[in-house]
Nanobody, 122 residues
Framework: QVQLVESGGGLAQAGGSLRLLCVVF????????MAWFRRAPGKEREFVGG????????YYADSVKGRFTISRDNAKKEMYLQMSSLKPEDTAVYYC???????????????WGQGTQVTVSS
């Protein structure tokens, strides 16, 4: 079984930075591809970016490319989302997810965290 727990959300000003953390708790040694999604008020959950199992490849939505960076530390079983140049439209609940491969669809993931709120003020 796999459990994902996000933290690091909060309030930031436009142009500021935040770093989100996703910790993986699991009873097996399997390593998954992972991703960050977000859901803004009144909108569907959308893909933010993903990272393959060993961190060699990363993928980003156009809306965050150049501003957000995803990384992971498998020894610590942690994944990170470094967010810079934040905009008010980045306000959302951010979720981490784990699955067999990076996908933009939510159906591509087996495990989800509970989410962490990010609010960006103008």
């Amino acid at each position: 079984q796999v459990q994902l727990v996000e933290s690091g959300g909060g309030l930031a000003q436009a142009g500021g930075s935040l770093r989100l953390l996703c910790v993986v708790f699991q009873s097996t040694s399997s390593t998954y591809d992972m991703a960050w999604f977000r859901r803004a008020p009144g909108k569907e959950r959308e893909f933010v970016g993903g990272i393959n199992w060993n961190g060699a490849r990363t993928y980003y939505a156009d809306s965050v490319k150049g501003r957000f960076t995803i990384s992971r530390d498998n020894a610590k079983k942690e994944m990170y989302l470094q967010m810079s140049s934040l905009k008010p439209e980045d306000t959302a609940v951010y979720y981490c997810a784990a699955g067999p491969m990076v996908a933009v669809e939510t159906s591509g993931y087996n495990y989800w965290g509970q989410g962490t709120q990010v609010t960006v003020s103008s």
